[in-house]
């Protein structure tokens, strides 16, 4: 089974709205890092947080990180309609393989 | 300074026939790894590969899929015999000669691969 699984599966809001997802994993991790992927395209790093960060901020992203709860969550603030895209957490496990495991994604509509 | 480049971007064939998927890391960039991703799914890890190795490839089937990574060239995901069951884009990553443990990793726009 995937190591993270985003919530909601997909979401639509309107411009300026702020857009939160979440994504809950199993086993303990070294780090975790969300990833966007436009239609038709690859995936473009947005953030990495580690296992003893609890908040990071880029832009209008802010991760957390609560590793207790075994979950991190992606917030977009003021959103815009080139948000439009899926999302993705990938967790890379402590001790063994450093090879990230991703969710299946949570899909992020924005409506201008 | 040139991304992750995969070619060709769209690849047609008909079942039994051979694919063969080619990416090039960022430039200083050693470390490559394959994706492959379903529709409305996640990525699934296949191969990692460091020049001339094979790192770790537990996540690719057992038969008909092989990677490479020579010294000079791209990386190349070959498919033997395909099917239709492995229709699918397939993604290629690179990260820097640190590794993933601590960065990022850049990908590539992709191979979809359509088997008739």
């Known amino acids: 089974s995937q190591q993270g699984e985003e919530d909601p599966q997909a979401l639509s809001i309107q411009e300026g709205e702020n857009a939160t997802m979440n994504c809950s994993y199993k086993t303990s991790i070294n780090n975790l890092q969300w990833y966007r992927q436009n239609s038709g395209r690859g995936l473009v790093h947005l953030i990495l947080?580690?296992?003893?960060?609890r908040e990071k901020h880029s832009g209008r992203l802010r991760v957390t990180l609560d590793t207790s709860k075994k979950s991190s969550s992606l917030l977009i603030t003021a959103s815009r309609a080139a948000d439009t895209a899926s999302y993705f957490c990938?967790?890379?496990?402590?001790?063994?393989?450093?090879?990230?495991?991703f969710g299946r994604g949570t899909s992020l509509i924005v409506h201008p | 300074n040139a991304g992750v480049m995969q070619n060709p971007r769209h690849l047609v064939r008909r079942r039994g026939q051979e694919a063969r998927l080619r990416c090039s890391p960022m430039k200083g960039h050693s470390h490559v790894y394959w994706y492959r991703q379903l529709p409305e799914e996640g990525l699934k890890f296949m191969v990692y590969l460091q020049k001339e190795n094979i790192i770790d490839e537990s996540g690719m089937p057992k038969e008909r899929f092989s990677a490479e990574f020579p010294k000079e060239g791209p990386s190349i995901l070959r498919i033997q015999q395909v099917v239709r069951g492995d229709s699918a884009a397939y993604f290629c990553?690179?990260?820097?000669?640190?590794?993933?443990?601590?960065?990022?990793?850049?990908f590539g726009p992709g191979t979809r691969l359509t088997v008739l």
């Open positions: 990553a690179s990260s820097p000669t640190s590794g993933v443990l601590y960065n990022e990793q850049f």
């Open positions: 990938a967790t890379v496990s402590s001790g063994g393989s450093y090879i990230p495991t």
């Open positions: 947080i580690r296992s003893n960060e």
